[in-house]
Structures are given as structure tokens and as C-alpha cells.
């Protein structure tokens, strides 16, 4: 080792990521769907890999993945917990909810909303305990945004079809949701999506809702896992639809106005690295990102005979084409 790295591992040069080389460790990665496309799993990997752990070299990422089955994600975070990574990260606030439940020595780092509405921590810039994470909405205004996004696409809606599972619709975001709906004297139906989260479920959940005029798909990761399902179910609806991510629209969904998701990752990658480190994972802040993106698709637009405002189009950031 050269005289550089051997100091910066005694910590001379505390910031140094060098002496994440000195072991391998150990990353669980769970979640109740699956981890998303491989434009945003590259954003993660290779953040981890400039805070120094790369998987294959000094980094083995043990990945479970629920599949939308809540029974697979109970026995999964027992699994996880009785393993005794050096750390882990945790998709959905309920997941957290449950580590937090089943383990107060393991590092989590957590990808969910609003963690002060689910009761996770209690302060956003000193978390305590062993949790902290990042942030994927703004709280609860962020939907209500969302809705008049939707409403102003489709002004004459009334009835709004809310796609979740039951865990969602009972859940912050859920109840962020019915606020926002309520603001806007919109009405939220339709059966919460039933396991396990196949195709069939997301067509009875859609059967249910015959009244609706619109929709809004909840950020729970189930609904990530069947993204192209939900996209084809309300096309062939004519559903004017308001997705949570990115991702949904670049896969043929109408609009979007969230977060970067991959920036989102590259901090949750940061955070990481930082707990391998050794920063006790209590005093790293919770991220919260402040930007928002509105896309606009103009094929899946076009699909659902719809004519976007053109003060929305100029208020779009994106327009996919």
C-alpha cells in the first residue's frame, strides 16, 4: 500500500474512499417490488463505486426482491435481519417500518416518502438510531400538485381511479392523496390492488373503477414492477393518467411530475458509502430532493385522443415526442 493510502485508512485523510478496499462488505437490498430499469441501477452501482465499493471487487450486493408478494417481503426481512449485513437498503416505507421493528443494530438506509409521516424518524436532519435515507417525494403537497396537473389534462374529471395496493392506499401517501382529491373536490374509487400483483389483479382493480374518468398511480413499488401493465390497462381505457416516476412515461404513460430518480439513487449510494465508512448512520441527514420535472408524452397523448393545454406544454420541462 502506498504511503497515501496507508495514511488515509489510519484516517489522516478522513474523506478518502481508499480503505474501502481493506474487506469485502455486505449490501441487502429489499424491496417489495423489484429495483427498476438498468438506466436507474446503473446510477446507483456507479455511485457506489465512486464512494469506493464496487460490487465484484470489495462490495457484494445481496438483493431481495418481494415481487409484490407481501408474504415473500415479511419472510425476506427476516431473512435480511438474520443475515447481518454491514448494511441496508430498504425500498418503501413499510419496509423500513418492518427492519425498524426487527432491528435496532443493523445500518438502514431507506427510499421512502415522507419518513416523518410514517413515524420512522422523527427528525429529518438528525435521525437517530440507525436509519436515515432519502426522501422520493416533497410530502404531501407534492400530490396535491400532481392532481391539478391531472385535472388541468383532464378538466372534466370528476371520478379519480387510485392505483395502489391496500398497504398504499392506507398509508401517508394515501391519505395525502384523498387530501389532495378533496382540495380539488375530485372523487378517489376503485379497489385497492389485491396479491399477489399480477396481471389479473391490476385488471380487476381496473374493473372496479368503471366510473373513473382519470387516474393516479401511487409511487408504491408494486406498481413499478408492473408499470407496463398499468400503461396498457389505462390506454385501452382512455384514462388520462398522472404517473409517479419518470420511468412510467418514458415506458408509453402519459405525464409525470416528480423527482430525478436516479439523482435520488446517487444519494442514497452516497449515504451508503458513508455508513461503510464507519459514520454512524444516525447522523447522516435524510435527503430531500426540492426539483421536480413535468414530462409530457405526446404519443401516449395522442393514444388517448387527448390535446394537452398549450400552457401546459409550456410549462413542461420535457416533452417526449
Same mark, same amino acid.
Given at each position: ?5 496507508? =495514511?488515509? +485508512? ?8 481508499? +480503505? ?17 430499469? @438498468? ?5 446507483? @452501482?456507479t ?5 469506493? %465499493?464496487?460490487?465484484?471487487?470489495? =462490495?457484494?450486493?445481496?438483493r %431481495? ?33 418492518a =427492519? ?8 438502514i438506509?431507506?427510499?421512502t ?18 436509519i @436515515?435515507?432519502?426522501?422520493?417525494d ?5 400530490w ?6 391531472? !385535472? ?16 398504499a ?13 378533496? !382540495? ?10 389485491e ?27 408494486e ?5 407496463? @401493465? ?11 393518467t ?36 464507519g ?7 435524510? %435527503? ?9 408524452n405526446? !404519443?401516449a ?21
Open positions: 500500500m502506498r504511503r497515501r493510502e496507508f =495514511l488515509a +485508512c489510519l484516517g489522516v485523510f478522513a474523506s478518502s474512499p481508499i +480503505c474501502a478496499t481493506d474487506r469485502v462488505r455486505r449490501l441487502a437490498i429489499i424491496t417489495p417490488g423489484t429495483f427498476g430499469s @438498468t438506466s436507474v441501477v446503473g446510477s446507483f @452501482t455511485a457506489l463505486a465512486a464512494g469506493g %465499493y464496487e460490487e465484484g471487487k470489495n =462490495l457484494r450486493i445481496e %431481495y426482491f418481494a415481487q409484490g408478494s407481501p408474504d415473500r417481503l415479511r419472510d425476506m426481512v427476516a431473512e435480511v435481519v438474520a443475515s447481518r449485513p454491514d448494511v441496508i437498503f430498504a425500498i418503501s416505507g413499510r419496509t423500513v417500518q =427492519l425498524k421493528t426487527a432491528t435496532s443494530a443493523i445500518p438506509v431507506g427510499l416518502s415522507d419518513p416523518l409521516s410514517y413515524g420512522i424518524v422523527q427528525s429529518l436532519s438528525h435521525p437517530g438510531g440507525n @436515515t435515507g432519502t426522501v422520493v416533497a410530502g404531501a403537497e407534492v396535491g400538485k400532481r392532481l391539478e396537473v391531472l !385535472k388541468e389534462v383532464a378538466p372534466a374529471s370528476r371520478v379519480i381511479f387510485h392505483i395502489a395496493p391496500a398497504s392506499w392506507d398509508s401517508a401517501v394515501g391519505a395525502a392523496i384523498r387530501a389532495g382529491a378533496a !382540495k380539488l373536490g375530485l372523487a378517489l374509487v376503485g379497489s385497492p390492488v396479491s399477489p400483483y399480477d396481471d389479473a389483479a391490476f385488471r380487476r382493480a381496473f374493473d372496479s373503477a368503471i366510473s373513473a374518468d382519470a387516474a393516479v398511480v401511487n409511487s408504491a413499488p406498481n413499478g414492477a408492473q408499470r407496463n @401493465t398499468i400503461i396498457r390497462l389505462a390506454e385501452a381505457r382512455r384514462l388520462p398522472m404517473y409517479p416516476f419518470r420511468h412510467f412515461v418514458e415506458a408509453g404513460g402519459l405525464m409525470t411530475y416528480d423527482v430525478n430518480f436516479p439523482e435520488l439513487l446517487r444519494h442514497v449510494a452516497t449515504q451508503i458509502a458513508e455508513v461503510l465508512r459514520t454512524p448512520v444516525g447522523s447522516i441527514p435524510y %435527503y430531500q430532493s426540492t426539483r421536480f420535472s413535468l414530462i409530457l405526446l !404519443k397523448a395522442a393514444a388517448l385522443q387527448l390535446t394537452i393545454p398549450p400552457a401546459l406544454l409550456a410549462r413542461a420541462d420535457e416533452v417526449i415526442e
